[in-house]
């Protein structure tokens, strides 16, 4: 099973609310990350958590907060966020993550949430 | 800073031709090498991964090749078809400092073959 799985699919949402985007792999991958991608522009790293643990924040604004309840699971939580922020978001994991030198590393994509911010 | 340039923007070519899309990046100290193909508003499909030793990888129509030392990569995809009509993207997996590593991704080269 080579897949990563992203929930929902689509999501709308006003300003003022609170939604989450979930995503999940059962390939044994211990690096999990978060990319945000603009019409027609190259995905752009957000987060990366590495074991669990949160081990890069791209100078994302607080209005995403990511979660990694398990090693299966990566969350992120959205809360005010502004029509700018309407993108696609891809979820991806790879093996053994950003910490270890010289390690072929392949990461795997899911297939995006589409998200649009009213 | 590692950036990725990929040449050209867009290519539209008939079908059963065969084409090369190039990848270009500053930094040669990278770990691997990536094609991605990403149809619109969906995620992205790992194509070939070069490791920084190797010289190229195939699969099928398509062939990878890098040059390290020169920053460059190509893909050449055989005997096109419109179903390989899609966006292309590099990505080099590289140091970026504080001790992580990160993909950096060119722009992409969106393709189109015309039946």
């Known amino acids: 099973d080579t897949e990563v799985t992203q929930t929902p699919k689509h999501l709308v949402m006003g300003m003022t609310n609170k939604k989450s985007l979930k995503c999940e792999q059962h390939?044994?991958?211990?690096?999990m990350y978060w990319y945000k991608q603009k019409a027609k522009k190259p995905p752009e790293l957000m987060f990366v958590?590495?074991?669990?643990?949160?081990?890069i924040n791209e100078s994302v604004p607080s209005r995403f907060s990511p979660e990694c309840p398990n090693s299966s699971l990566l969350n992120l939580h959205l809360h005010a966020l502004q029509p700018e922020d309407s993108a696609l978001y891809l979820c991806?994991?790879?093996?053994?993550?950003?910490?270890?030198?010289?390690?072929?590393?392949?990461?795997?994509f899911g297939p995006g949430t589409r998200l649009t911010v009213l | 800073k590692q950036e990725v340039t990929q040449i050209p923007a867009a290519l539209s070519v008939p079908e059963g031709e065969n084409l090369v899309l190039n990848c270009s990046f500053t930094?040669?100290?990278?770990?691997?090498l990536q094609w991605f193909r990403q149809d619109p508003g969906k995620g992205l499909t790992s194509l070939l991964l070069?490791?920084?030793?190797?010289r190229e990888q195939t699969s099928g129509r398509l062939n990878a090749s890098l040059d390290k030392s020169s920053g460059r990569s190509t893909l050449y995809i055989a005997a096109s078809q419109p179903g390989d009509s899609a966006t292309y993207l590099c990505?080099?997996?590289?140091?970026?400092?504080?001790?992580?590593?990160?993909?950096?991704f060119g722009k992409g080269t969106k393709l189109s073959v015309i039946p």
């Open positions: 958590y590495s074991y669990e643990k949160l081990s």
């Open positions: 070069i490791q920084s030793s190797q």
């Open positions: 990505a080099v997996y590289a140091y970026s400092g504080a001790g992580s590593y990160q993909l950096t």
């Open positions: 991806a994991s790879s093996q053994v993550g950003a910490r270890l030198a010289g390690v072929t590393d392949t990461q795997y």
């Open positions: 930094d040669s100290a990278i770990y691997n």
């Open positions: 390939m044994g991958h211990r690096a």
